[in-house]
């Protein structure tokens, strides 16, 4: 057996990496969706209730990053399981026209 090869019991993770470019349209929605979401969230103790306020009041891209539910992605899939997860969002530059824009191109430096 070789070293990429497994058995059918070992565990075999994949790391998936996935960019999404959102634009914003209606920063007021979004962001009383997103102290919405917050308020209702049974999971978050009080201080993670209030970072998370605080992020949704300083910048929206910190209320998009409420509604990203990464088991929702994997749920349906059969015989996987989600084992970890991280996201982050953050404001970004975004020019569909310009040749220089990549979508594919991955940038090594901000890992």
């Known amino acids: 057996m070789t070293s990429t ?3 059918q019991d070992e565990p075999r993770y ?3 990496k996935i960019e999404l470019i959102a634009e914003i349209t209606d920063e007021g ?3 009383a969706a997103a102290l919405k979401q917050v308020t209702e969230d049974e999971y978050l ?4 209730r209030a970072q998370s306020v605080d992020a949704i009041e300083v910048d929206p891209s910190g209320s998009l990053a409420h509604f990203i539910d990464p088991v ?6 059969p015989g996987v399981e989600l084992a970890s997860a991280t996201w982050e969002s953050a404001q970004t530059e975004f020019d ?4 220089g824009w990549d979508e594919y191109v991955v940038d090594e430096s901000a890992e």
């Open 29 to 31: 929605a979004l962001k």
């Open 96 to 99: 569909p026209e310009n040749e």
């Open 5 to 7: 090869e497994t058995t």
């Open 14 to 16: 994949v790391r998936l």
């Open 45 to 48: 103790d009080d201080d993670e």
């Open 72 to 77: 929702a992605l994997l749920g349906d899939v």
